[in-house]
């Protein structure tokens, strides 16, 4: 934990001056606090001898002045730690957010869409404790512990002795056991939260799914049983919380019980004054606020380096692809595409998805991509978007290697337009400009129109401002993914890849789709990945995939005209 909790701290480098501010204003609250007790108790001792007025001005204006000055340390302490907490927080967002881009999409695989978005935000939120509840702490105690055991020293030597054994009980064994004690149970209540999070957005996400197959109340049972799981975690790791801080109140009562033990037979033998008996007694109770916090610092560390751990475990996960160290510029138009001997393994993967896969695509040309599912179709549409790196063989744009060139100058070429594609909940209009955000609504209905979507988007009573509902929950299938054709037609991009275009959909508006796809990109190099065969005639190229290898390639005509795997596939499909 200890290199997790480092790392976390290096993170904050550029908010050094910050930190240190916090701590200078920290350490003068707690004196401020400590002495504003201590002056109150010589004050009330000395006050008891009746002295003249004159003799308690300088006490009375100081108890003021640590009182005031507690306040507003306090408040200082707090704007300077929280302000280098936030800005380091908005800094290691950043980070992880700038790494999520190099990941996705093929990079992110081990990780569920709720668990990674607790990642991304509750975890990262949470790593801020190390600085606001674990590192501001420890630091303000051991600089105010150890100056008031050194102030002691000089006023009565048994006496600082016992404080400074109180230091070290309270300061470091108890801190250092309610950590190890309790670490199992904060990283269970981290582990928990993020499995809770998860489930929850992958019910919502299938909830129309579970409510078809009737599985709805069993993963609603499954979520309660997380819930008490999480419960319990939680449960256990208030008790320890409660051990901790029960411990340092005993602990301080003994100290105090000391001190006195100590104090009063040196009042007797004049080694120490009869009005400073109730301040060395009196002490514990001034670094209680400090020293009680610590149990809970240790807690909130181990619970904040387990979320921690898990932040780091996206930006040090395995890039899926090199950027090029020197890239190349990016050739000009037009675009013709080669693949040759291509070979493309997943990552962690022990046999390669695709194996020695040649393909061509220039201005025009349409290819189809068809095979059983795991054959190594969308292993094919993520290596030519650069998503994922070669084993072996070649991508190039006119005669340019792909993998000397900047990944997004790639995909500024070759466009991917899945079955899935996302749709914002927003309007159609604004969904649309994220494609290119200087259309005009001409260029936006010019691209509605080749897509066929365009008599249906006006015949909306708010046109093109209607809105998609979130993830295009007021479209249908077709709807869907003919907006997304229509966003990849408004990029202009050169080359577009369809993958499952008609994925979910029934087989007359699936075919009906593919159609419509071929014709709207019969301008720019087309890559269809498809399991519906129907409507293929219409292509220049079929690729047959199998376990990743090209069985059969050919027009649509020859392809049924022999007897092979695509021959087979068609007769299944008629009989469908």
Known sequence: MSSTVGRTIGLARRERGRLALAVLAGVLAAGCALGLLATSAWLISRAAQQPPVVALSLAVVAVRAFAIGRAGLRYAERLASHDAALRTLSDVRVVTYRRLERLAPSGLAAFRSG????????????????????????????????????????????????????????????????????????????????????????????????????????????????????????????????????????????????????????VRDGRLAGVALGLVVLLPLGLADTLGSLPVAAQEVARSAASARRVFAVLDAAEPVREPAEPVPLPQGPYRLEVRGLRVRWPGAATPALDEVDLDLSPGRRVAVVGPSGSGKTTLAYALLR??????????????????????????VVGLVTEDAHLFDSTLWENLRLARPDATREDVRAALARARLLDWAESLPAGLDTPAGARGAELSGGQRQRLALA??????????????????????????????????????????????????????????????????????????ARPGPYHRMWQLEQEA
């Open 115 to 266: 668990d990674l978005l607790r990642r991304v935000v509750a975890d990262v939120d949470g790593m801020a404790d190390v600085f606001l509840r674990g590192l501001l702490p420890y630091v303000v105690s051991a600089v105010l512990g150890c100056a008031t055991a050194a102030a002691l020293l000089f006023l009565l030597t048994p006496a600082a002795l016992a404080l400074l054994a109180g230091l070290v009980v309270l300061g470091v064994l108890l801190p250092l056991a309610v950590r190890r004690l309790s670490a199992r149970a904060e990283r269970g209540v981290v582990t928990q939260r993020a499995a809770l999070a998860a489930g929850v957005v992958a019910t919502m996400d299938g909830l129309p799914d579970l409510v078809a197959y009737e599985a709805a109340e069993q993963r609603v049972a499954d979520l309660l049983m997380t819930d008490r799981e999480l419960a319990r975690e939680l449960d256990r790791s208030a008790r320890w919380s409660g051990f901790g801080q029960a411990t340092t109140m005993l602990t301080i009562g003994l100290l105090v019980w000391v001190m006195a033990l100590v104090a009063v037979p040196a």
């Open 387 to 412: 998503f994922l790196d070669a084993d072996a063989g070649s991508i190039s744009l006119n005669g340019v290697s792909t993998a000397d060139l900047v990944g997004d100058d790639v995909r500024s």
């Open 487 to 560: 966003r990849a037609l408004l990029a202009e991009f050169p080359m577009i890849v369809l993958d499952e275009p008609a994925e979910h959909l029934d087989a007359a508006t699936g075919d009906a789709l593919i159609r419509d796809l071929l014709a709207a990109t019969s301008e720019v190099g087309t890559l269809l990945i498809t399991h519906r065969l129907t409507g293929l005639a219409a292509v220049d190229e079929i690729l047959v995939l199998d376990r990743g290898r090209v069985v059969e390639r050919g027009r649509h005509a020859d392809l049924l």
